[in-house]
């Protein structure tokens, strides 16, 4: 059970993060006919703070919650984007957030290794991913781990490179927050450089 202070907390990381999705879709002057599942990962990529849970612990709502704000007369069944539903928006979107948590969780297992016994690239990564869930009976994690030409070796790799080096103080930025981050300063700079009518 949750006490008080944990709920608080919670609620003040929602917060935070709303706002900073409303500031990135604000910055980025992304229209309601802009409302794409890429967009919309950019914007969640934005917020994205390199520590151990935070894919597991994102919450969808943040995103819906920030879309009301920045677009307060949106409905939820509107959609402006041909054959397109916000339902099905936000569960594209819900799918991706599952995946980076997925990633984040096998980064754990990684990161729980001794250094010198990690799997140095990404194709023994995957392969250790893989027989840890075999090994474990979790045999949905095995095949989803398998997805892509077993994809989940490099992304698992880049999260925990990105959780260690923020650990230890040093830059690091997943290439979907650097694309993000470039995308804002882009929108940014080119409206500074807008004469004044």
């Given at each position: 059970m949750m006490n008080t202070g944990d709920i608080g907390t919670l609620d003040s990381v929602h917060s935070e993060t709303v706002d900073a999705l409303v500031a990135y879709l604000t910055d980025c002057q992304f229209r309601e006919s802009q409302l794409t599942v890429g967009n919309l990962v950019m914007a969640v990529e934005a917020v994205y703070e390199p520590h151990p849970r935070f894919?597991?612990?994102?919450?969808?709502?943040?995103?819906v919650d920030a879309i009301a704000r920045v677009f307060p007369d949106r409905k939820p069944s509107e959609s402006k984007a041909p054959r397109r539903s916000a339902k099905s928006l936000m569960r594209d979107l819900e799918e991706i957030l599952k995946l980076n948590a997925f990633d984040e969780a096998n980064a754990e297992m990684l990161g729980a290794?001794?250094?010198?016994?990690?799997?140095?690239?990404?194709?023994?990564?995957?392969?250790?991913?893989?027989?840890?869930?075999?090994?474990?009976?979790?045999?949905?994690?095995?095949?989803?781990?398998?997805?892509?030409?077993?994809?989940?070796?490099?992304?698992?790799?880049?999260?925990?490179?990105?959780?260690?080096?923020?650990?230890?103080?040093?830059?690091?930025?997943?290439?979907?927050?650097?694309v993000a981050h470039w995308y804002r300063e882009s929108v940014v700079k080119q409206r500074m450089e807008r004469p004044v009518l």
């Open positions: 894919w597991r612990d994102f919450s969808l709502t943040c995103v290794l001794p250094t010198h016994k990690r799997p140095a690239d990404r194709t023994a990564a995957a392969d250790w991913i893989c027989a840890e869930y075999r090994r474990k009976g979790q045999m949905t994690e095995s095949m989803v781990a398998q997805i892509e030409g077993k994809r989940c070796g490099d992304a698992a790799l880049e999260v925990l490179k990105c959780i260690e080096n923020a650990r230890a103080g040093k830059p690091f930025e997943r290439i979907g927050t650097a």
